[in-house]
């Protein structure tokens, strides 16, 4: 609200400045006051709007970075998974193979003297037949030393003979 004053007013004193603008140099003065002050306004806009697009675009480029550090270290942190995955997986291997290097090693140690028993029979067998091979050939040496005339032994070359 206004207050009222008890002032009394110069009339005079709205008429000066009524005088000064109703003057062609207040007009071009004002007109160029005006002009200025639109053309710095127009300035200072242009400059708050290149100054927000310059921060928009900082922010934009500093969000892409981020993004792409990001999926950069997932994909890390990825291979470093799949590759820990294998070494764990290549060491239960190396692991397994070896459990079943020592049982066929276990296996292959059983199975020698099993071989070893079969090798000793084949061996005995042969020797057997060697005796009998030889106490065979001594009877017949004693059956021709016996009978000259029985050597050399009459064995049939052809069967039709």
């Known amino acids: 609200m206004k207050k009222k004053t008890n002032e009394k007013r110069n009339p005079n004193m709205g008429q000066a400045k009524q005088a000064k603008n109703d003057s062609p140099l207040h007009e071009q003065c004002t007109t160029i006051l005006s ?23 900082e922010n934009e480029k500093a969000k892409a970075q981020t993004k792409a550090y990001k999926e950069l270290c997932s994909i890390e942190a990825w291979e470093n998974n799949m ?3 294998l070494e764990l997986d290549l060491k239960k ?3 397994n193979s070896e459990v079943e290097q020592a049982e066929y090693s276990k296996r292959f140690k ?3 003297p099993e071989i070893e028993k079969i090798a000793e029979a084949k061996r005995e067998k042969i020797e057997k037949l060697k005796e009998q091979k030889s106490i065979n050939l001594k009877k017949m040496s004693e059956k021709l030393s016996a009978t000259p005339n029985a050597y050399p032994p009459k064995t049939k070359t052809c069967g039709c003979f």
């Open 35 to 57: 002009s200025n002050q639109n053309e710095n306004f127009v300035e200072i806009e242009k400059e708050k709007t290149i100054a927000l697009i310059n921060a928009w675009e």
């Open 83 to 85: 590759k820990t995955s």
């Open 93 to 95: 291997m190396e692991e």
């Open 110 to 112: 059983k199975k020698i």
